[in-house]
């Protein structure tokens, strides 16, 4: 069975600073999918990057991107120009490409706070 | 505009009954799921749905039940065998053939003992 884990559960990081959040998990298959959530004090889940593991190249969606290293199974997300609207509780997750796994269910890590100073 | 709908955001439940959570959404996604969120521990899967009068059971389903009776709405039914039903859970649905999409969530309910 996949696993992730988060080992972080609370980070800070200064306003305009950068931060990296860490994420492991751990597969046999070598096709999947990986995702960072947000979930800012609404609860809201939102989407934040997406990779796909059959591509080597680090996925980046304007001041978020991903550093990932297969052979290690690390995902982390490095948010640049912090901002006060980017603290939330961020999630990493995992999802296999085999869509009768588990019905393609994500299976999430167990979250990292992230507090943005002023 | 398309999305899921879950409903109440807040809930009250009495020992020994049973309460039902609303998810409906209107994106015509045939995948479905029900999740438990816990300080500290993430997301837990509960149920399920892949298609219309099929679901199945994820890691934590003891205590929970659900249908699917249509495409469009996904009910989750927290009985009173569920021991410590207090939590934050999540509705979300996803496109069954497009798994690099991720979920659509809806915005949850919170569901405490009294």
């Known amino acids: 069975a996949q696993t992730v884990t988060q080992s972080q559960p609370e980070m800070s990081v200064q306003e305009a600073e950068t931060v990296t959040l860490s994420c492991t998990y751990d597969t046999s298959e070598s096709d999947y999918y990986l995702f960072w959530y947000k979930q800012p004090p609404s609860r809201q889940m939102i989407l934040v990057i997406r990779?796909?593991?059959?591509?080597?190249q680090n996925a980046t969606e304007n001041r978020f991107s991903v550093n990932f290293q297969k052979a290690a199974k690390s995902f982390s997300l490095k948010i640049s120009d912090s901002q006060l609207g980017d603290a939330a509780m961020y999630f990493c997750?995992?999802?296999?490409?085999?869509?009768?796994?588990?019905?393609?269910?994500?299976?999430f890590g167990q979250g990292t706070e992230l507090s943005v100073k002023p | 505009d398309g999305g899921i709908t879950q409903s109440p955001k807040y809930l009250f439940r009495k020992e020994g009954q049973n309460v039902t959570l609303s998810c409906e959404q209107n994106l015509n996604h045939d995948a479905m799921y029900w999740y438990r969120q816990d300080p500290g521990q993430g997301l837990r899967l509960i149920y399920y749905?892949?298609?219309?009068?099929?679901?199945q059971k994820g890691d934590i389903a003891e205590g929970y039940s659900v249908s699917r009776e249509k495409k469009e709405s996904f009910p989750l039914t927290v009985t009173s065998a569920q021991k410590n039903p207090t939590a934050f859970y999540l509705c979300?649905?996803?496109?069954?053939?497009?798994?690099?999409?991720?979920?659509?969530f809806g915005s949850g309910t919170r569901l405490t003992v009294v």
């Open positions: 749905s892949q298609i219309v009068n099929d679901f």
């Open positions: 979300a649905s996803s496109s069954r053939t497009g798994n690099r999409y991720g979920y659509t």
């Open positions: 997750a995992y999802r296999s490409t085999l869509i009768y796994n588990q019905g393609g269910k994500l299976i």
């Open positions: 990779q796909e593991a059959y591509k080597q």
